[in-house]
């Protein structure tokens, strides 16, 4: 894949959570208690046995990713 921002060959990779699938929320959003995200839009989902995971694409040249979220969005 091109990266849409400079043209350069991106690398196609992994993000995998830890224990909690990963949320993106918008930046007027704020996590609940310090601690974790109340809403916002999972970006990462596993089953219950595994660790949250997103397919993305990375590129060196310009540090930017495209990540193509999961069909299971809400939170």
Do not use: H, N
């Amino acid at each position: 894949m091109k990266c849409p921002y400079c043209s350069t060959e991106m690398t196609k990779g992994t993000i995998y959570g830890d224990r909690y699938a990963l949320k993106w929320l918008p930046e007027d959003k704020k996590l609940f208690l310090g601690l974790w995200a109340k809403g916002g839009t999972k970006v990462g989902v596993g089953g219950v046995f595994e660790r949250p995971q997103v397919e993305s694409y990375m590129c060196r040249s310009c540090s930017k990713m495209i990540i193509d979220l999961p069909q299971e969005q809400d939170a």
